[in-house]
């Protein structure tokens, strides 16, 4: 069992950045692939980004690409999510997951682990 605990969430301007992070339980977080999802109220969980086990290779949201970077540091069991030039449509409840098989990384299907999420508000 993995278990997955994210940090880094809070009230943000827009324009602002935020940095999550999310740790893993498991000393072999790098057997698993990484991703964000994020559930903005009244919205269903929506993709955001995923990472490779060895972090070379990543795919993103298309409305979080060139905003959004996600990384991993397999030495410290964590994935990072770095938002920049944060909207107001960005508030959501964002959650990490790790997959073992490393299939349907941009769909929640794919997921074996989730975290519980972390709360991002941006204002305007």
């Known amino acids: 069992q993995v278990q997955l605990v994210e940090s880094g969430g809070g009230v943000v301007q827009a324009g602002g950045s935020l940095r999550l992070s999310c740790t893993a339980s498991?000393?072999?977080?790098?057997?698993?692939?990484m991703g964000w999802f994020r559930q903005r109220s009244g919205k269903e969980r929506e993709f955001v980004a995923a990472v490779t086990w060895s972090g070379t290779a990543t795919d993103y949201a298309d409305s979080m690409k060139g905003r959004f970077t996600i990384s991993r540091d397999n030495a410290k069991n964590t994935v990072y999510l770095q938002m920049n030039n944060l909207k107001p449509e960005d508030t959501a409840v964002y959650s990490c997951?790790?997959?073992?098989?490393?299939?349907?990384?941009?769909?929640?299907?794919?997921?074996?682990?989730w975290g519980q999420g972390t709360q991002v508000t941006v204002s305007s």
């Open positions: 997951a790790a997959a073992r098989y490393g299939l349907d990384l941009d769909r929640a299907v794919g997921y074996d682990y």
């Open positions: 498991d000393g072999t977080f790098s057997d698993f692939a």
